[in-house]
């Protein structure tokens, strides 16, 4: 798996790649190290000794409170915010590379209803050096067109950001990401007030990705269920820090977690009972 | 400068075109307010309007210094304490203890309140007054030149750096994660609109300069579907407001600078108009 070939891989695309082993992850793919990582903003410690390794070819689910940390945590990651500690990328042959390369869903763009902003400006403004406002690419446009078309939304590519669904927006974003195809595709709470049509959606095309690419995938979510039906993994973040790793299953038994969540399909869930026990 | 002076002629035989001050006032407005409109595009894409306000108003503290460093021409120590203002601000901004309106609040009007109390200190604030509402009519071909200047420098900047710069607006996460460093982009918007803003003052007025950026920029957004219809528009209503305001004003006689913004406050009301017929 060269680099080279990644930018054009379609989402939706024929065959799998085959998925090399390597010695030290684990696993045995590839995979992104964390290494206590801590995050320290306006005198007030917002991370501390994190670390993680986070595997190819499968997602990651943080779970935790609201301001445990979970957005800061991406955000060292996308390298945002200053941390101490050290992430580095492996890959299937186990030779450090530089940094990861990242692809990032937001929560939402900053944008108003009546921003003339369209999804082709925004693809060509983050693949191509020629200002957006002089002139347009025909192989930028090429290239957003095929992005898109694995999201199942070509016919967004002339429409504005403002005038789109939540939903289609993601998708959009989602579409960026994978362009060119990332190491680490991190995703903030990515369907937050998104109606349950678009959701599911959004949640087989992650899936889908997962199985397609050899990358690791990280999602913040609140959504316990997704969580529990999608992620092969789950981070418990409370506490500045990671308090439980592992299967979905193990995570949810943990008895921090179900107090902090409180819930009873959390107890179920574990016990082999749950609601979405089958579909795993 | 004669040529360009007998191609107006020609091109605008008017009477009132035969003027010195009418020609040059023309070539200032077709330099000044396509180059506002220009930032203007991305002001208000950052909601950075309340920003540019705050820099104009600030332009009476760089007078002031002036006065009291004994500069003849107040530019230099305007432009100075402009760029110096809006490092300052997004300062603050970055440290995150405030909300962004206040923090520009705050310096706005210790700025302004300075100035006052600078300028008016021997009672003599009122020949200062020009700067409050511009005076195009005034305009030189030696401050031709360096609009033109200012113009190149920012066009040519505004080719290299835009993708980025629009990338950052729209999400500094997502900025980031492309390797763009956000930080460098946001003081490097601020600081061009510090300077693009000191310079034109003089011309423009302290009172209206943010409206002159804000409106072509916000009558666009009523009608444009891309980034490059909204520069298009932007611009063209800039033109078009300039060079009618200015013409307007030389008949009803008025401050040009104003009269330039009614004319533009109408192309916003059009717009929309228009905007809500077709929705």
Known sequence: MKKANRTNLKILGPGRQPKVRCATCGTGLCCTKVQDLDVVLGGTTILENVNLHIHCGELTAIIGANGAGKSTLLKALVGEVQHGGSISYLDEKDLHTNKPLMGYVPQKLEIDGTSPTSVYDLFAAALSNRPVWLSHSPKVREEARKGLAGVRGEHLLDRRLGALSGGEVQRVLLALALQPVPDLLLLDEPVSGIDQEGLKMFYAMVSAIREEYDLSIILVSHDLDMVARYADRVVFLENRTVQAVGPPQEVFGNPAVVERFGMGWVRDFAAGGGPDADAL | ?279
């Open chain 2, 1 to 279: 400068m004669r040529t360009l002076y007998e191609v107006m002629e020609f091109l605008l035989p008017f009477s009132f075109m035969s003027s010195m001050f009418m020609k040059n006032a023309l070539l200032g407005v077709l330099l000044v307010s396509p180059l506002l409109a220009l930032l203007g595009t991305m002001t208000v894409n950052n909601r950075m309007s309340f920003f540019a306000d705050a820099l104009g108003h600030s332009a009476l503290t760089g007078i002031a210094l002036g006065v009291l460093l004994g500069l003849g021409n107040p530019l230099v120590s305007m432009v100075v304490f402009s760029v110096f203002l809006a490092v300052a601000v997004l300062l603050v901004k970055r440290a995150g203890t405030a909300s962004t309106d206040t923090i520009i609040g705050v310096f706005s009007s210790s700025a302004v309140a300075l100035g006052v109390v600078i300028l008016s200190r021997s009672g003599g604030f009122n020949k200062y007054a020009v700067y409050l509402i511009g005076d195009l009519l005034s305009i030189r071909p030696a401050d031709l030149l360096m609009l033109l200047v200012v113009v190149a420098v920012v066009a040519g900047l505004w080719v290299l750096v835009f993708n980025r710069l629009l990338l950052v607006s729209l999400h500094p996460s997502l900025a980031r994660s492309r390797g763009v460093d956000v930080k460098f982009y946001e003081y490097l918007f601020g600081i061009l609109l510090a300077v693009v803003v000191a310079v034109s003052i003089q011309w423009v007025g302290i009172l209206i300069i943010s409206s002159l950026l804000v409106l072509p920029a916000a009558a666009a957004r009523n009608v444009a579907g891309n980034m490059r219809q909204y520069h298009l528009w932007a611009m063209g209503i800039a033109l078009f407001s300039g060079v009618a305001g200015l013409f307007l004003s030389y008949f009803l006689g008025t401050a040009s600078g104003a009269t330039i913004v009614l004319v533009a406050a109408a192309c916003y009301f059009a717009t929309f108009g228009a905007n809500r017929i077709r929705r």
